[in-house]
């Protein structure tokens, strides 16, 4: 009998999925406190299926019968895949399960940011009708949007911000590698250049040490003044620091950020105190159906890697 260990919450209809087939044992292990125990619960195990729970070297080499690590998502830094790759394991992700609704939420951030939203609710609600006439609203229309990184999610969202009438420009180092469909895109050969011609930058890269501080003091101070940062990939990419210091000087008007370095976020982080700044609790993939969708996908990860058919598409690849 083949064993699937669970490490994080899952709602009852991907359990009843799981509960449909009798040759697979399911083991929740949600709540396992430390990796010794979590090394300890895996040791049998045919596939683990992940949210955000840490999955080390040393879990991984604790589970000799190990076929699959099955994340319920598309980011994974918090699987060691080196690891996995000196086992020979696959890394399975979600897919496209999530990126519709995270190019939404980055869409909303363009939105919010552009047309003043979160100033203008709270001029309306203290009847400041005055700030009418700080004409502070912009049009999205022939603005630039810069994509860094044109994955599944940079790829969603470059025709949801053409159809606002957006020029798109894009860089990705590995665009050569990608499906690119039919995109309204421009590509740059380099960050800087993006970065220069851009009225808003979005950001959606895994955080690698490559990535890591990839947007930084330099990179920040190469944009308009009066540019928006927007990030819903992970926290670390954009080098939060330099952002605050962007945005409290005014070189950067405005950021929309879904994900960061810690989370939660400190209630005394310096981006709390920033009112130029739309924060969300790293939500962006948490709708109610996009959840349903990677609860899907990532649960039938773990059964098709057991059954020896795992789609090629889902798993992370070697670069």
Known sequence: MSKIVITDPVPPAALGVLAQRPDVLTELAVGTRSEDELAARVAEADAILVGLTPITAKVIES??????????????????????????????????????SVAEHTLFFILALAKQAIVYDQAARTGNWDLRESRSAVDVLDKALFLVGFGRVGQAVAPRAAALGMNIIVYDPFVDLLPVRNAPVRFVDNLREGLGACDFVSVHVPLTPQTRDLIGAEELGLMKPGAFVISTARGGIVNEAALVDALSSGRIRGAGLDVFVEEPLPASHPLVKLENVILSPHTAALTRECAARMDRVATQNCLDAIDGRLDPALIVPNR
């Open 63 to 100: 589970a000799p019968k190990l076929k699959v690590v099955s994340r319920r998502g598309v980011g994974y830094d918090n699987v060691d895949l080196a690891a996995l790759r000196r086992r020979n394991v696959p890394l399975a992700i979600v897919g496209t399960a999530n990126s519709s």
